[in-house]
């Protein structure tokens, strides 16, 4: 390798670094701009993400079907709804996959969800779920880090299957 092409070589890479460092600043600024309502839907597709990895291949909780774990078939079912306790939304124990009839179509199928709830986690604990009215309020930051956490266990989850 000749000295022209070495000094070519580093920098193309300086220039890389340099565009990496760039877009990093980027998303961070882009980050401060976002309002608190579009962080919580970003926290809200990973946490949802995750759920149908973490799900995939496990029957709907309520009904028993098969999951595959994909958007056009798994929905993530929350035991109790968003819009009804949204202090519970990112509970993992809240959030099961669950077939998109059962989810959407019988407004979560909530009987039969308690029943499956309690397969799973058992009656005790689904029986705290229930009466769970601690507020949580979560910061910027906060769903920022929640998303990047859940984005990132969700491609590790699909990466080992």
Same mark, same amino acid.
């Given at each position: 390798?000749?000295?022209?092409?070495?000094?070519?070589?580093?920098?193309?890479?300086?220039?890389?670094?340099?565009?990496?460092?760039?877009?990093?600043?980027?998303?961070?600024?882009?980050?401060?701009?976002?309002?608190?309502?579009?962080?919580?839907?970003?926290?809200?597709? %990973?946490?949802?993400?995750?759920?149908?990895?973490?799900? $995939?291949?496990?029957? !709907?909780?309520? =009904?028993?079907?098969? +999951?595959? /774990?994909?958007?056009?078939?798994?929905?993530?079912?929350?035991?109790?709804?968003?819009?009804? %306790?949204?202090?519970?939304?990112?509970?993992?124990?809240? $959030?099961?996959?669950? !077939?998109?009839? =059962?989810?959407?179509? +019988?407004? /979560?199928?909530?009987?039969?969800?308690?029943?499956?709830?309690?397969?799973?986690?058992?009656?005790?604990?689904?029986?705290?779920?229930?009466?769970?009215?601690?507020?949580?309020?979560?910061?910027?930051?906060?769903?920022?880090?929640?998303?990047?956490?859940?984005?990132?266990?969700?491609?590790?989850?699909?990466?080992?299957?």
């Amino acid at each position: 390798m000749c000295a022209l092409e070495q000094t070519r070589m580093k920098a193309a890479q300086k220039a890389a670094k340099a565009a990496r460092d760039d877009r990093k600043a980027t998303r961070v600024k882009l980050d401060a701009l976002r309002t608190l309502p579009e962080l919580k839907a970003l926290a809200q597709k %990973a946490f949802n993400g995750w759920i149908r990895a973490r799900d $995939a291949g496990k029957p !709907c909780i309520s =009904c028993g079907k098969a +999951l595959d /774990g994909t958007a056009n078939t798994t929905d993530c079912g929350h035991f109790r709804s968003v819009g009804s %306790a949204p202090h519970m939304r990112y509970i993992e124990e809240n $959030a099961a996959g669950q !077939c998109k009839k =059962c989810n959407r179509y +019988l407004s /979560g199928n909530v009987v039969e969800y308690r029943k499956g709830l309690i397969e799973r986690i058992g009656l005790e604990r689904v029986e705290e779920i229930e009466t769970d009215q601690t507020l949580r309020k979560h910061s910027k930051q906060d769903l920022i880090d929640m998303a990047k956490h859940y984005n990132a266990e969700a491609k590790r989850l699909k990466a080992a299957k």
